[in-house]
């Protein structure tokens, strides 16, 4: 998977005519220090904070390793999260479900956040959620039936959200649903296709 990188125009400016050394531009170094501020307060370099009820601050409510701009990762913002883990929690009416997440680690952070009970599986590309042990299964779009055995036909909710590449935007999404049919349990009864708006954390834009 060709990596991607953000897109920054007009980077370097000159500020004097007898300076021919090349800067940065005003807009530039503002994304650069944002960028630079969120990698130092980044969840995954410090201990979660808690208030004085005893629950986690919004911004620090699961602990995710930094975004990779290369790989196209842009995680959910907490009220997406939220939203999408209770949408998921609905769907599992019986202790034995099994959950599966293709490409979307922070839905699985806030899944176990919420209930560290919960039978979820991610499949994931970023080698670094190994940290998540045997709930981690490495997942590459290009070979989209190279799984475990185990996987197959074992979940009962499988959610996908593919990173946008937009060169190859057709077949990436005719791999996962490969991927989700391989997975889904054969007791499922009714396929069920959903649409969400969802909210990225990062908005430095993309060309």
Known sequence: MEPQLPTIKNVFVNETDDDDRPALSSHALAALKEFLEEQR???ANHETAENGEGT???ESEVDLVTE???LSQFW????TARTLSQEVLSLCSHSNCEVACIACPTLYAYLKKIDPNIS???LEYDKRFEQYGSDFT????NQPKDLPLELKHTYQVVIADPPYLERCRGIELQSFWVCVHAIFGHDTQA???MSFGCSQTMTLGRD
């Not at 490495?138 to 779009?141: I, K, Q, T, V």
């Open 68 to 70: 990779d701009w290369r």
């Open 56 to 58: 986690l601050e919004p």
């Open 120 to 122: 979820v599986q991610l």
């Open 191 to 193: 396929n069920l296709e």
């Open 138 to 141: 490495f997942y590459d779009y």
């Open 41 to 43: 307060q980044s969840p």
């Open 76 to 79: 959910y913002d907490p009220e």
